[in-house]
């Protein structure tokens, strides 16, 4: 089990919410600490995984459990 330090419930929020909520939180944060995130939006999978590549945080987790998507991130 991945020991988490923040964790957001972004579901009903829209493109591109989920991921600005996300960085926000992710600037507060220091390396090593670990965000995870629930949203609901489909586009959520393509722009999390797109954020993490760019971004150099770690996707630790990208889940979907009945069409909730749960991503979790390790800060870089």
């Known amino acids: 089990m991945i020991e988490v330090d ?3 419930d972004l579901k009903g929020m829209n493109c591109p919410l989920p991921l ?5 939180a992710l600037n507060k944060m ?5 965000l995870r995130v629930q949203a609901t939006d489909p586009g959520s999978v393509r ?4 954020f993490a590549r ?9 889940d979907e459990t009945s069409g909730v998507f749960i991503f ?3 800060h870089k």
């Open 6 to 8: 923040v964790e957001l």
């Open 20 to 24: 600005l909520k996300a960085k926000q």
């Open 30 to 34: 220091k390396p090593g600490e670990v």
């Open 47 to 50: 722009d999390f995984a797109s």
């Open 54 to 62: 760019i971004s150099g945080h770690r996707m630790l987790a990208s």
């Open 72 to 74: 979790t991130l390790e």
